[in-house]
């Protein structure tokens, strides 16, 4: 098909957007949820007119493409994703709608400049949202009265620090790993009783069921998922600009806003934004998702403590091992790995204390960590959305959690005296 004929498809003099699918007529919610949200003011193009049109002027008038296709296109994808950057350079924004793609799919086409994404079929309203969202006009920024010019210094980057990078790791859904690494990150970030504080930063890179914005009480921002989409062109500003600030003490990675595939991001990727924070914070803290990934790897050897958080039941122990066995398979260094006990017995409960000996012997590991029950006001503080020192300062878990902090600032400090 030759420009001019790929130009006669569509009168764009009336419309502001187009669908662009191998055949629109596999994807009949869309095209309901189209004539819904924009009426007639939209056309249609298959992958291999939408090139043809998009270099005409007409295409100009564009405001945005959905982009649909299903695993059936991935055979395409490279026209798919030639289709998408082409958008992009015009500045056109576009809405991938996709049924079925593999997550390296998805990826590449956030990466090549999709702007959102929407699983097919698609949910109630949510096509109209996302084109709400890419419509909208940017945020402008305020300019800050000049008495506050100068307070945000945490938010700036530095690219001058040299991090310790503290990962946390749930052994089973519900051990308390996310509290552990708020609570901790907290209190590093208020360990110096004088002085200056240290810089703290929080990555919650369980990008489905992250909860770190939920227990801080914090916003999800788009642009987590801009910055994770495209990590390659991150430099230290996008970064710091991507965190969220609680009482500008803790500097916080949230989650993305929707549930996106944890092969969102590689190895490079991970590799990219623990270097970012290493380099602008002085501690670093990880949640890492309950399941092991590509990438876990590269936070398992980038990091210098990483805590694996147990409780004292089967589900703990089974998981403990099946891990051990595969780092220990693949050559990966397990002995880096703290394990935390949480919801520790008592001091005076001898058979309570006995179990977890007994259960550190058969797994053949130490349990260096005794974290007590903090009882129901860790769950309030976490609902509340507010550190546990903050909400109940006297809580034994909260003591517990300071004084490790203290314990790992000292550790550092004499560390970085002996290195210099």
């Known amino acids: 098909m030759n420009n001019a004929a790929a130009a006669a498809l569509i009168d764009s003099t009336e419309l502001i957007a187009c669908t662009v699918s191998r055949d629109v ?17 939209w056309g249609d193009l298959r992958f291999d007119e939408a090139l043809a049109f998009l270099s005409q002027p007409e295409a100009a008038e564009l405001q945005f493409l959905a982009v649909a296709m299903d695993a059936e296109d991935e055979d395409d994808l490279d026209q798919i994703s030639e289709v998408v950057r082409a958008a992009r350079d015009q500045g ?3 809405i991938l709608i996709t049924e079925d793609v593999s997550p390296t799919t998805l990826h590449r086409l956030l990466r090549d400049g999709g702007d959102e994404f929407v699983p097919y079929p698609l949910p109630e309203n949510e096509l109209s949202q ?26 700036k980057p530095t690219g001058t620090h040299e991090a310790v990078l ?37 990555l919650d890179l369980d990008l489905q069921y992250g909860s770190m ?46 549930m996106v595939p944890l092969e969102l991001i590689d190895t490079d990727d991970v590799g990219r934004l623990l270097e970012m924070a290493r380099t602008n914070f002085d501690y670093v803290i990880i949640d890492m998702p309950t399941a092991m990934v590509e990438w876990s790897q590269t936070v398992l050897e980038a990091s210098h403590v ?6 004292l039941d089967m589900r703990s122990a089974q ?29 005076t409960d001898l058979s309570g204390k006995a179990r977890v000996k007994r259960m550190a012997d058969s797994l053949g590991i130490p349990i260096e960590v005794m974290m007590p029950d903090g009882g129901r006001q860790v769950a309030q503080s976490c609902d509340h959305g507010t550190p546990l020192a903050v909400a109940a300062p006297k809580n034994a878990l909260r003591k517990e959690l300071a004084k490790l902090a203290a314990s790992v600032h000292a550790v550092n400090k004499s560390e970085a005296a002996d290195a210099a």
């Open 25 to 41: 007529q596999v994807f009949d919610l869309l095209i309901e949820d189209m004539e819904t949200a924009l009426g007639e003011r």
């Open 92 to 94: 056109i924004k576009v």
């Open 130 to 155: 996302a084109i709400d969202r890419v419509l909208a006009p940017p945020a402008e920024t305020p300019a800050a009265p000049p008495a506050l010019v100068d307070e945000p210094k945490a938010l």
């Open 166 to 202: 503290i990962a946390v790791h749930g052994m089973a859904g519900g051990t308390g790993a996310t509290t552990f690494g708020l609570n901790l990150a907290w209190e590093l970030a208020n360990v110096n009783k004088k002085g200056e504080q240290p810089r703290v930063c929080v």
């Open 213 to 258: 914005s939920t227990y801080l009480d914090l916003p999800r921002r788009e642009a987590v998922l801009e910055l994770l989409s495209a990590t390659d062109m991150m430099d230290s500003t996008a970064f710091m600009q991507a965190l969220v600030s609680f009482d500008e003490k803790l500097h916080v990675l949230t989650a993305p806003s929707d």
């Open 306 to 311: 990483y805590f694996a958080m147990l409780e």
């Open 319 to 347: 998981n403990t091992l099946r891990l051990k066995r595969t780092l220990q398979s693949e050559d990966l260094p397990f002995d880096k790995l703290r394990f935390v006990m949480n919801r520790a017995p008592g001091f």
